[in-house]
T-cell receptor, first 117, second 115 residues
């Protein structure tokens, strides 16, 4: 079974530029998450989708970050304009609504490392 | 306000011995807990989980213990192997009943297995 795919793996931009990340979840996973992981910290949830609807975006800085999940499969996360403090690894994860065991593990992609200079 | 805390940034254990990683949480609404393992330049990999209705879950060399009254959980790895060297994240969630909520992570513990 293919895992969560993300691209690009690395991106370097200057502050005030824009950037977009792409995620393709595991086939059949209805729920998709974007997390931000700053160096030395644990991942922090930015936004959660259920199919193509937003479930939780309370921690998304909406003045500069946006995300969409058209057709309930792939998703893109955009930052415009980027700030120095946006330097982080952006992780995409997906899960079943409810796993076979009654649990619901989230499966993570490899992440995109963003450096803002 | 950190709702999930891993107070040991690093832990060194001899190969073959037991590794014990600890995690504390403050949000009493959390009812589902997970441990993830992360290697450099890779995403976190799911290891083991436990629901709040249980106090122990075991999977091979990995056992997670949950003490709800103390808001504390721990991950035991027995015996520890060199491939276990990684950063371990504790995570927690509120199960909303309609689906899987986003996870709240601790800062991680870097486990180093000494030969």
């Amino acid at each position: 079974e293919a895992g969560v795919a993300q691209s690009p793996r690395y991106k370097i931009i200057e502050k005030r530029q824009s950037v977009a990340f792409w995620c393709n979840p595991i086939s059949g996973h209805a729920t998709l998450y974007w997390y931000q992981q700053i160096l030395g910290q644990g991942p922090k949830l930015l936004i959660q989708f259920q199919n193509n609807g937003v479930v939780d975006d309370s921690q998304l800085p909406k003045d500069r970050f946006s995300a969409e999940r058209l057709k309930g499969v792939d998703s893109t996360l955009k930052i415009q304009p980027a700030k120095l403090e946006d330097s982080a690894v952006y992780l995409c994860a997906s899960s079943f609504l409810l796993g076979a065991s009654g649990t619901y593990e989230q499966y993570f992609g490899p992440g995109t490392r963003l450096t803002v200079t | 306000d950190q709702q999930v805390k891993q107070n040991s940034p690093s832990l060194s254990v001899q190969e073959g011995r037991i590794s014990i990683l600890n995690c504390d949480y403050t949000n009493s609404m959390f009812d589902y807990f997970l441990w993830y393992k992360k290697y450099p330049a890779e995403g976190p990999t799911f290891l083991i989980s436990i629901s709040s209705i249980k106090d122990k879950n075991e999977d091979g060399r990995f056992t997670v213990f949950l003490n709800k009254s103390a808001k504390h959980l721990s991950l035991h790895i027995v015996p520890s192997q060199p491939g276990d060297s990684a950063v371990y994240f504790c995570a927690a969630s509120e199960y909303s009943g309609g689906g899987a909520d986003g996870l709240t992570f601790g800062k991680g513990t870097h486990l180093i297995i000494q030969p």
